[in-house]
């Protein structure tokens, strides 16, 4: 049974930071890239961060230089470090596990409120 575990998320103000934790079992975590999402009301859900098995990251233009994806691989988790948080950064944010090959699979994570407010 795959099961993605996020945690970390909660109310911050804006200009702080949050370090979001994904802990993955049941998948071989080292062949499978992490991503992080999110989604905020009425919007549709976007990437915020992925790492691919071998360690290279992209990033979504409004989070670059703000947020930084990492894992390891010791212990099949992947974290999202969000710093200088914005209200525009308030959303659920999900753990995502991506497998291209040798077909598309996908696991996800139920998913962690993040809220920037005064």
């Known amino acids: 049974q795959v099961q993605l575990v996020e945690s970390g998320g909660g109310l911050v103000q804006p200009g702080g930071s949050l370090r979001l934790s994904c802990a993955a079992s049941?998948?071989?975590?080292?062949?499978?890239?992490m991503g992080w999402f999110r989604q905020a009301p009425g919007k549709q859900r976007e990437l915020v961060a992925r790492?691919?098995?071998?360690?290279?990251?992209n990033y979504a233009d409004s989070v670059k230089g703000r947020f930084t994806i990492s894992r390891d691989n010791a212990l099949n988790t992947a974290y999202l470090q969000m710093s200088k948080l914005e209200p525009e950064d308030t959303a659920v944010y999900y753990c995502?596990?991506?497998?291209?090959?040798?077909?598309?699979?996908?696991?996800w994570g139920q998913g962690t409120q993040v809220t920037v407010s005064s």
């Open positions: 995502n596990a991506y497998k291209p090959f040798p077909r598309n699979v996908n696991y």
């Open positions: 049941g998948i071989n975590f080292n062949i499978y890239a």
């Open positions: 790492m691919s098995s071998v360690g290279t990251s």
